[in-house]
């Protein structure tokens, strides 16, 4: 007699839920929303992080033109969607790419949008970025 394990977690891929999101004019910020597809075992840990890249002109300068300090997002078992916002601090920064991106996973996989660089635009105040 052999016993088979297959209680295996399911913990899921993880992905950006959209490729642009909307600015509120309001409050200056962006929501972004991650998704759990596939599984939602466990909870996972996911860390985001912004590249920086100071010569690229098109590219938002975390820290001048957003508020950023890194981000890690906790789904509990069973939850398969969370958001966190992205707060814009330069009046100046319209039309720059917030180049965010998951960097760490406690367990789980990247999905195919885990890296959207081109999609984190941030446009002008009141701009809808599609989603």
Not at 59 to 64: L, M
């Amino acid at each position: 007699m052999s016993i088979t394990d297959n209680d295996r977690l399911n913990s899921g891929t993880f992905q950006f839920a959209a490729n642009g999101y909307v600015y509120n004019r309001s409050t200056r910020t962006f929501t972004v929303t991650l998704e759990r597809l596939g599984g939602s075992d466990g909870t996972v840990d996911v860390s985001i992080g912004a590249l920086s890249n100071p010569a690229n002109p098109k590219w938002a300068k975390p820290g001048v033109d957003y508020a950023w300090s890194g981000v890690m997002v906790r789904f509990a078992p069973g939850e398969v969607r969370k958001t966190f916002t992205v707060r814009v601090t330069s009046t100046t920064a319209g039309g720059k790419l917030i180049p965010l991106y998951i960097s760490s996973l406690t367990d789980g996989q990247l999905g195919t949008r885990s890296h959207p660089c081109k999609g984190r635009d941030l446009g002008s105040p009141g701009e809808d970025l599609g989603g």
